[in-house]
């Protein structure tokens, strides 16, 4: 499978580097990070914010949520995912397996996939290897994910296996259906994309809850399929971060070096160079967004909690080193005020700097491998006092 990853520059001394994603949708600098548009929104943002005052390449949408409100066949009839949220960049969508163990009332593994209950009304649904790969074709996706299991942390050891193993069948499965369906271009679910479009790309998941062993052993077999790109799952569910990184470690090396890495659902602002440091390409998660919502904000001097009394009559910016809207035009007590008063500006305003202050971050961790300075830059990122305000 021929890749349309480029890698552009590399640190000699971690294994950081620079890249080209190739889409349907455009070209993607690497490192990157993902807003999060469960829905297909960004909470609080237009899509112009997104692509105009944040320079977002790319945006992470839910198959769970969209397969059950408005539906994968009725944003396919409306012309695709893009068409539908008037969205011209590229979109990843994951394959909705975390979101039915996590939120359904009913979730039941078989080995055709998973059985569950819609959170919304208890309806029940099947997500199989297949089905789930059907519902990104028809949603226009650019990146996909395939089904795979999510366990709770911590599990045994002979759980782990088990559920990495029904991954790696799964991901097979899931493979060959998605094989086939990019030579059926007449297919209705295909109906989204042109036919001179780039193929949408697929990328298994490695799993393997916190075992080093487990998790090379599923990178090493699904290395085998030659997919487009891999992802590393199963992380952020409440294991110290330093198991975090020593998984993302433990597969580094088995992971193909020409193939982009997405490891889901991290990290914190400060941990973000930490995971290019050992090679990831793309990130993704809810902190920014969510954080930005409960009135925690990130600035280059910490963490800062909005509520407080302290910003009262505090005319200064959030971070007078920020360049996004808000920090150029309010102050922190106003912001304080509109939070308090559960004005619906505060939200916009808020997830318009914490992604700000996330994409910039990559746009510096970008630079700093370009020009030969991301070494120094890893070590000002790990020296930093990180404090609350």
Not at 113 to 130: N, Q
Not at 172 to 189: C, I, P, V
Not at 359 to 378: K, M, S, T, V, W
């Amino acid at each position: 499978m021929s890749t349309r990853f480029e890698i552009v520059t590399e640190c000699p001394v971690t294994r950081a580097r620079t890249g080209l994603l190739r889409t349907a949708h455009g070209t993607i600098e690497t490192p990157l990070f993902m807003p999060v548009g469960t829905l297909g929104s960004v909470k609080g943002l237009t899509q112009r914010m997104l692509s105009e005052e944040l320079g977002a390449q790319i945006v992470l949408a839910n198959t769970y949520h969209l397969f059950l409100r408005p539906g994968h066949e009725t944003i396919a009839k409306l012309g695709g995912l893009h068409s539908f949220i008037n969205w011209d960049g590229a979109i990843l969508t994951d394959s909705g397996g975390f979101q039915v163990f996590s939120l359904s009332s009913l979730c039941k593994v078989i080995e055709e996939g998973v059985v569950f209950r819609s959170h919304l009304d208890g309806s029940e649904h099947i997500f199989t290897p297949e089905s789930t790969v059907d519902v990104q074709w028809a949603l226009g996706s650019d990146v996909m994910m395939m089904l795979d299991e999510c366990t709770d942390y911590p599990v045994s050891k002979d759980h782990a296996r088990s559920s990495m193993e029904r991954t790696i069948r799964w991901a097979d499965r899931g493979f060959q259906h998605w094989q086939t369906a990019g030579d059926s271009s007449g297919d209705e679910a295909m109906s989204s994309l042109s036919s001179d479009s780039l193929q949408p790309m697929l990328f298994p998941i490695v799993q393997g809850s916190m075992f080093p062993d487990l998790r090379r052993e599923c990178a090493e077999r699904l290395v085998d399929m030659d997919a487009p790109g891999y992802a590393i799952g199963g992380l952020s569910v409440g294991e110290d971060r330093r198991l975090s990184f020593e998984m993302v470690e433990a597969v580094e090396d088995v992971l193909p070096r020409v193939k982009p890495r997405y490891v889901m659902g991290v990290g914190a602002l400060e941990e973000l160079a930490e995971y290019v440091a050992r090679g990831v390409d793309m990130m993704d998660c809810v902190l920014p967004t969510r954080n930005a919502r409960n009135g925690y904000l990130f600035t280059s001097e910490g963490s800062l909690i909005i509520k407080n009394s302290k910003w009262k009559a505090d005319d200064r910016p959030l971070d007078k080193t920020c360049r996004c809207y808000t920090c150029l035009n309010y102050s922190r007590a106003y912001l304080r005020h509109l939070f308090l008063a559960g004005e619906m500006l505060f939200c916009t305003l808020a997830t318009l700097h914490n992604l700000t202050a996330y994409l910039d971050r990559l746009r510096e961790i970008r630079e700093a491998i370009q020009i030969g300075e991301f070494p120094a830059y890893l070590a000002r990122v790990r020296s930093a006092n990180w404090r609350r305000l």
